[in-house]
């Protein structure tokens, strides 16, 4: 038996988008499968198909040889398949331990300490590392992902899925996830891997499935074939991986931020005398290992966190006590980190959501009253002028957007603005590689335009792409601040973000 799981001729369709067209994908027994496609490719719902989330119009599944019907997840976990979302399914209140065994309890009685005893040996088998105690909200978002992980262990799941494993982790913790998928297909797993990141695919997987517009274009052996190819395949056109960004000489300050600190929500430390100034058409990239404070300063500067001292100025005027809605007036657009829960509404329609920052501005309401035609019309220029694409047009609502699309809105809405200051807090985070060079293309423009652009990502990668000038930050201090330019390599700011200054490194 070859393949321990094939989806052959699978077709779904919602209202107004054909999601899968024909669809045959096939994982071979001990195997890592990539599963490789632009944003609302369709990849997320050929994988709830198969974990029984979604029901295919036609098409079957085929598992370890047998035809199977699978209804529900319940179907999928009784068939050996368990899923890993990229938005974790947890309950941040309770413990590992219980979010683990939910809905895998036993008909009468709860044994809390056999099933950790259980959960502490596959942790140890698998190299995961996990305390089965700890409560979920006290722990990384890479531990967390390793309790998704135990979720499908715990119910002895062979085939598993993981659906942009490595979208919310940091550096160090992809490197660990990676090396957990190496110790899982040592112990005889299977695994589907869907993502965009082409050299994580590379790195890690033995074959690559491409899904474009819902219908597969082929399938290649990674290790024969170059990531250039695959993108091709992928978007259908030749996609640059250098970013086109001539010199420019950096004007008057835009953001001037003066002594700052701030508390975190432990109420310790975040940042600790911060200082740092943004100048009109410059990119000033913000580095660091998540959790050192990027989180603070940006929620500082755009009035969602109290300052406990020090100053924030844009163009001179000192915006500290600003309201959220006062700090746009002044010349303010933010790209959250968190498209879905801090950019959109995910249940109002895009044009609802391309004026949540200017419905009470003309021609957009009168009197109080929303000028439907007005919204509508301003969403269809957004829409076409930043490449959205969406089923329904101005009437789709955000939650029907692929990921990519959703980035697209936000990053309209904000440009739309006009604003001095752009910050641009993981702008990339999630998409595909067609998606990037677009959002980095508009962000090269910003700043061509003399815009100031505060660029926060964790991808050091981006920031080395796109920024004249990185501040490496550590602990919630300033490391350095430097020149991008070719006297700065990739180690060097790995040891200031480790809290090592150029002076001390060896």
């Known amino acids: 038996m070859e393949y321990i799981v094939e989806m052959l001729n699978i077709r779904k369709e919602f209202p107004g988008v054909l999601a899968n067209d024909n669809v045959t994908v096939q994982l071979k027994q001990g195997e890592i499968l990539a599963l490789l496609g632009e944003n609302g490719a369709g990849k997320s719902t050929l994988m709830s198909i198969l974990f029984g989330l979604y029901h295919m119009d036609r098409g079957s599944i085929r598992i370890r040889g047998e035809n ?31 979010n683990i065994i939910m809905g895998a309890e036993g008909r009468f009685l709860l044994d809390r300490k056999k099933a950790g005893e259980k959960i502490k040996a596959l942790s140890v088998q698998y190299g995961l590392n996990i305390d089965p105690d700890e409560i979920i909200e006290d722990i990384s978002v890479g531990m967390q992902q390793r309790v998704e992980i135990l979720k499908m262990l715990y119910r002895n799941a062979e085939v598993l899925i993981f659906d942009e494993p490595t979208a919310v982790l940091t550096p160090q913790e992809v490197h660990e996830l990676m090396q957990i998928m190496r110790n899982l297909i040592t112990e005889g797993k299977s695994i589907i ?69 701030v508390l975190n929500n432990r109420k310790t430390p975040a940042l600790k005398d911060f200082s740092l100034d943004v100048r009109r058409g410059e990119i000033m990239g913000v580095a660091g290992v998540e959790g050192n404070g990027q989180t603070e300063l940006v929620e500082a500067i755009t009035g969602l966190r109290k300052v406990d001292s020090g100053r924030i100025e844009i163009n001179g005027r000192e915006i500290s006590r600003y309201s959220v809605r006062g700090r746009n007036e002044a010349g303010i657009a933010h790209i959250p980190q968190d498209r879905q829960r801090l950019g959109l509404i995910m249940d109002y329609n895009l044009g609802e959501n391309f004026v949540l920052k200017s419905y009470y501005h003309k021609p957009y309401s009168k009197y109080g009253i929303l000028k439907k035609e007005a919204i509508d019309k301003h969403a269809e220029k957004l829409i076409s002028d930043f490449d959205v694409r969406a089923g329904n047009g101005v009437k789709s609502p955000a939650k029907a957007l692929s990921g990519g699309n959703q980035q697209k809105a936000i990053l309209g809405r904000e440009i739309d603005l006009d604003t001095d200051l752009l910050i641009a807090v993981q702008p990339t985070r999630g998409l595909d590689v067609g998606a990037i060079e677009y959002i980095h293309k508009r962000l ?58 150029r002076g001390e490194q060896q």
């Open 444 to 501: 090269i423009e910003q700043r061509d335009s003399g815009k100031a652009v505060l660029l926060v990502s964790l991808e050091l990668d981006e920031i080395m792409d796109l920024s004249d000038r990185i501040a490496v930050i550590n602990s919630g201090e300033l490391i350095d601040l430097i020149t991008n330019d070719s006297n700065i390599d990739e180690n060097d700011i790995g040891l200031m973000m480790a809290g090592v200054k």
């Open 193 to 261: 891997l869907i993502t965009h990141k082409l050299k994580e695919i590379k790195e890690i997987a033995d074959r690559c499935t491409v899904i474009r517009r819902g219908r597969v274009i082929g399938t290649v052996d990674v290790k024969t074939t170059s990531q250039q190819q695959m993108a091709t395949m992928m978007v259908g056109r030749e996609i640059s991986f250098t970013v086109d960004k001539e010199d420019r000489k950096a004007g008057d300050v835009v953001l001037s931020v003066q002594n700052l600190n």
């Open 68 to 98: 199977v019907t699978i209804n529900n997840p319940n179907d999928a976990n009784n068939l050996g398949i368990g899923m890993v979302h990229q938005h974790f399914q947890l309950v941040e209140t309770f413990t590992v331990t219980e």
